[in-house]
């Protein structure tokens, strides 16, 4: 079928691919132009105002992921050869921020040292302080007029479960840490931050998109399924999309890749842009051969320790999936508030959870096409693991947890272990010099006009989960794509 035009679109100046965490904030600063003309193409539904966004959604107290959500997108990844996975993302106007436990924790400053130089610490920090309106800290690591609330729970408030680890952590030798902001010394167990407010979780699209819908230069497209990114020459031209059953095509000078680290690279892929022999298997034209396109990524692996409390009853209000947590060397450890069956709705009757992360994990990962039908999920390989070190680490995680745990104010039994991931995957289509798929300014190397904003455009997973990180690199990157017009 040929695209057509749709005359209800009009062709903007930049296109914007994923209304998630980062194509929101991208959409809401370059619209600040009035003489740039924006669209947002979103897969999911779209809103005009807080008050049409779903109430599971809102409520920081619950993940609407459950059996038959219509919130997410959900493909199957292989964590090792043997442990297959169904894991879900955003597929809503705030993307995974829309959904998630509202985790809101910056990378480390050491973080940065596997990024371009031009990325320090000290150049991401005016970001992170822009962005954000801490209500319990000031000074001049913290922002206090950003679009983005960070909170966290009150220690009086925190669920048993929560208070029972946090108290074990605390008679086992660990310091308290008020604030995991700080880019200070790290480690410790304290609360989270969290992108909330009275109970709200305040994704991204909430934050920045809603406050200006109003723009007469912006246009938000929900459920608009972008196919490939239109190349001519070397040059993104716009992109293809199907919407209510029509494909067309919308021409722009600029196209702004924020699809998620699982989508962008899939994008990529079938606008012809990745490996060539990849791309030949599955009957797409190679534009350009860029052979690090869906490879290298890098995510927290996460081992899930069980147990059955026997002591104190846990059927309290909780006021988010993890109030606290506790870091030692490369793990984050993570005391769920509650079992899952009370955060997701659907879910049988459950135990608790402590997760064992591993932040610095050696394992690498790759996605490839399964197919050249946009519609079919591509296959993400995790290789979990694989790595000598990355056992050892989480072995010596459990092992923490199992003496925190019999350590704690009530006594418990454990019961299993089992792998999963914390579904913060990074690098997929990862800056950096050389060959890598982007430049330092987030520009697809070999195409003028197509930049990359979203997770994908990490060289490494942060030691924290990457929320925060990725609003940042969509506030630094806006001004990238507005100093490239053409």
């Not at 998630?20 to 003309?37: F, H, K, Y």
């Not at 894991?87 to 809101?104: D, L």
């Not at 109970?199 to 608009?224: D, H, Q, T």
């Not at 995510?299 to 409390?309: A, I, K, Q, S």
Request: aromatic content about 6%; hydrophobic content about 40%.
């Amino acid at each position: 079928m040929r695209a057509s035009r749709d005359p209800d679109v009009r062709d903007p100046d930049v296109i914007v691919v994923g209304g998630g965490s980062c194509g929101s904030v991208v959409a809401a600063r370059l619209s600040e132009d009035p003489d740039c003309t924006v669209t947002v193409v979103e897969a999911g539904p779209s809103f005009r105002s807080a008050a049409e966004f779903p109430p599971e959604v809102m409520d920081a107290r619950v993940l609407p992921i459950g059996p038959g959500s219509e919130w997410v997108d959900s493909y199957a990844a292989e964590l090792t050869s043997a442990t297959v996975r169904t894991v879900s993302r955003g597929r809503i106007m705030g993307g995974s921020g829309a959904i998630n436990g509202a985790y809101f924790i910056r990378a480390r400053p050491a973080d940065f040292d596997a990024w371009p130089s031009s990325w320090s610490f000290g150049d991401v920090l005016p970001y992170f302080r822009a962005l954000e309106c801490d209500v319990d800290f000031r000074g001049y690591v913290h922002g206090a007029a950003g679009p983005v609330p960070v909170s966290r729970t009150a220690r009086a408030s925190w669920s048993r479960l929560t208070e029972s680890f946090v108290g074990a952590a605390l008679a086992a030798g660990f310091e308290y840490d008020a604030d995991k902001n700080d880019p200070g010394p790290s480690g410790g167990v304290g609360p989270v931050p969290r992108n909330t407010i009275d109970g709200r979780r305040v994704n991204a699209a909430l934050a920045y998109l809603i406050p200006v819908m109003g723009r007469p230069n912006l246009e938000v497209l929900g459920r608009a399924t972008a196919l490939k990114v239109d190349i001519e020459g070397a040059r993104a031209s716009g992109v293809t999309i199907t919407r209510d059953g029509v494909l067309s095509r919308l021409r722009a000078n600029r196209v702004v890749l924020c699809a998620g680290a699982v989508r962008t690279p899939q994008l990529m892929m079938l606008s012809g842009l990745g490996p060539a022999k990849e791309l030949r298997r599955h009957g797409i034209s190679v534009v350009l051969d860029h052979s690090h396109v869906g490879r290298g990524f890098s995510d927290h692996p996460e081992v899930g320790v069980y147990y059955r409390p026997s002591v104190f009853d846990t059927s309290g209000v909780c006021s988010s999936p993890i109030e606290a947590v506790l870091h030692v060397d490369d793990l984050e450890i993570r005391p769920y508030a509650a079992s899952f069956d009370r955060f997701i709705s659907g879910l049988p009757a459950g135990d608790p959870m402590v997760g064992v992360g591993l932040m610095r994990p050696d394992s690498r990962g790759d996605i490839t096409l399964a197919s050249g039908d946009p519609f079919d999920s591509p296959r993400v390989r995790y290789r979990y693991l694989e790595s000598v070190s990355d056992r050892a680490a989480l072995e010596r995680g459990i092992d923490l947890v199992r003496e925190l745990l019999n350590g704690s104010a009530a006594s418990v039994d454990v019961r299993e272990e089992a792998l999963g991931t914390s579904l913060h995957l990074s690098g997929s289509c990862a800056m950096g010099e050389g060959d890598s798929v982007l430049d330092e300014r987030c520009r697809v190397r070999g195409i003028d006009g197509l930049h990359i904003v979203d997770t994908s455009a990490f060289p490494l997973v942060p030691s924290r989960g990457p929320h925060a990180t990725a609003i940042m690199l969509a506030e630094r990157a806006s001004g990238f794509v507005r100093e490239n017009p053409v």
